[in-house]
């Protein structure tokens, strides 16, 4: 066996998006005897064989392809969903932006902004405790208004809302750019 | 042996001395003053604790006037640096009564920025390895797939699907001459403890088989409103594996101890 | 060696685009014992350390990663079709060593060790997310106080910020350095 060949593939495997074809593998090692090749991916897939490997390597869509093992499914649903919990989504950070330095706000006008609607991210927000409900609009309908927490700032590390980035300051970073390279 | 060694040194020196514009532009363009100075004192092999000021500000100034080697976005900066050097020359030579203390001595402002200066290069080169290291590690930015249970793709079902399929199974019922048998009472009771002794003895139960072999339609019919009793007190968990194909009955493990009274109302 | 944690481990990690950290390790599987899951992971990395494995599972910015190994570089990237990833500038490597040894530091702090402005840089390093703000200094002006992330860590290979070139470990550089001029 083609031990550095076996790694190769696992390499090209393990980063491909797709399921890795022949061809591709081919295109990329340029000449290698067919025989060895399949020699090889043959004794790579039977290294994930082993019981005590949780991933392997299998053929579909005419490729090569890494996926978890089916009994250990339960574990990976778990992690996505603990994952899930603690990513805060790009949707959710830019409802947060406009509620940081637009409070206090109602849903419409976060919308309004954001050009979407924003109540999933509201309430993914409400939930991680970081905007709160401070109360309603006299205007039609009578509105909650929304304001960032205690808690916003800590996560941020600001003393209070006036320390929030001021956008002279950002421009100025931001336009630093321009100037060194012309 | 060693004064071979040194000679080739000092060799090569002469040798990049005698083309120092274009060693140097080729080598090292200085990104700022600390930078500058930093070489300079290697270059002169001097004691960063003990510079020669004189000296140093004499290199450094030729340096600028060179401008060659000099980032020249940075000249103000150079130019700071320079009058410091500048500035600490002249207090060197004001006359004092006695031996200076390392506290009192001009030096020790640029010395400490100099220390500090070269510790961070320092770390830049280690961290620079580090990073080629790193650079040629390649990690997966997206999500591989992830294996399907082997129970294939199941779907949740809800009371509509439950319900669908049950009227889809009648009507099968009906074309099939189904004998409809008046006179046998089953209660909603009996009927509950029958479904969930079938479970605990059986782990699971085909819902189409198990109405297919129900002998009477009231009988199916009370049934299926235990079943569907069961699936709202979460006492079992009904799955589909597949649109339009059966669906199977669990019991759940974390059921309620009761079984759910037959009547809905008090 | 616990032959099925393995096997779990090995999947939660391959799942993971970012390092998985032992807290979330412990999350998902709720109790293990400390020394069996540290065995395990121990196990699965030494499993990976052969030679004839493409792949890896390192420890970097306090989590477990898979990532290939160096010497495959020229493949992925032929598979990829990209050039070599390209270094920071040494004005900026330089702002974020001065970050990383003094943080939290201003933009002054930062300009007067390296001697020069450092606004540009501090631009390259938040856009590649190396640095980030954490907050405002309690001085005149209240200016932007600046911390590495996550990513820095990893960028670097580092687990921690504690892996960073200690003090004696650069007093033997410059003591070598010295002795080769000498």
């Known amino acids: 066996m083609n031990e550095q060949l076996k790694a190769i593939l696992e390499v090209l495997i393990f980063i491909s ?22 020699a090889a991916l043959q004794a790579l897939q039977e290294d994930y064989a082993s019981d005590s490997r949780g991933i392997q390597v299998i053929q579909t869509a005419g490729g090569y392809l890494f996926t978890t093992k089916p009994e250990h499914d339960q574990w990976v649903r778990r992690l996505l969903q603990i994952e899930k919990k603690t990513k805060l989504s790009s949707a959710a950070l830019e409802t947060l932006s406009i509620i940081a330095y637009h409070q206090p706000i109602t849903q419409a006008e976060i919308s309004a902004i954001r050009g979407v609607d924003s109540t999933y991210s509201l309430k993914t927000l409400l939930q991680k405790k970081l905007i709160k409900i401070v109360g309603r609009k006299k205007a039609p309908g009578n509105p909650l208004v ?5 808690r916003f700032l800590q996560y941020f590390g600001l003393n209070s809302l006036d320390d929030l980035p001021k956008e002279e300051e950002i421009a100025k970073i931001l336009e630093e750019e321009k100037q060194s390279i012309s | 042996m060693e004064q071979e060694i040194q000679d080739y040194q000092i060799q090569n020196e002469v040798s990049q001395s005698s083309t120092d514009e274009g060693y140097q532009v080729k080598l090292e363009i200085f990104e700022g003053p600390l930078d500058l100075l930093l070489f300079l004192i290697r270059k002169k092999k001097i004691d960063i604790h003990d510079i020669p000021i004189a000296v140093i500000t004499r290199d450094y100034l ?37 031996e200076v203390s390392q506290e009192d001595d001009p030096r020790q402002i640029l010395v400490d920025r100099l220390l500090e200066f070269q510790k961070i290069k320092v770390a830049c080169t280690i961290l620079r390895e580090k990073e080629e290291n790193q650079l040629l590690r390649w990690k ?19 009371l509509f699907d439950l319900a669908e399929t049950f009227f889809l199974i009648m ?3 009906e074309r099939e001459n189904f004998r409809v048998i008046k006179g046998k009472d089953v209660s909603v ?3 509950l403890k029958e479904i969930v002794d079938y479970l605990e003895k059986n782990g699971s139960m085909d819902f189409l088989e ?15 409103f235990c079943l569907l009793e069961l699936v709202k007190n979460h006492t079992v968990i009904a799955i589909q594996e597949q649109l339009f194909q059966t669906i199977r009955v669990w019991l759940r ?14």
Not at chain 2, 253 to 259: S, V
């Open chain 1, 17 to 38: 998006q797709e399921p890795l074809t022949l061809e591709k593998i081919k295109e990329v090692l340029g000449e290698v005897p067919d025989e060895e090749l399949k």
């Open chain 1, 146 to 150: 929304y304001r960032t927490t205690e």
């Open chain 2, 62 to 98: 030729e340096y600028l006037e060179k401008k060659e080697q000099i980032n020249l976005d940075r000249e103000a900066e150079f130019l700071f640096i320079a009058a410091l050097l500048i500035y600490i020359k002249s207090q060197m030579l004001l006359p004092r009564e006695q």
């Open chain 2, 140 to 158: 997966r930015t997206f999500m591989p797939p992830v294996a399907k249970p082997d129970e294939l793709d199941l779907l949740d079902v809800s």
């Open chain 2, 171 to 173: 009507k099968r019922k």
């Open chain 2, 189 to 191: 009771e009996e009927k």
């Open chain 2, 210 to 224: 198990y109405f297919s072999n129900q002998e009477t339609l009231e009988e199916a019919l009370v049934a299926f």
């Open chain 2, 253 to 266: 493990k974390d059921r309620p101890h009761h079984l759910p009274h037959g009547q809905s109302h008090e």
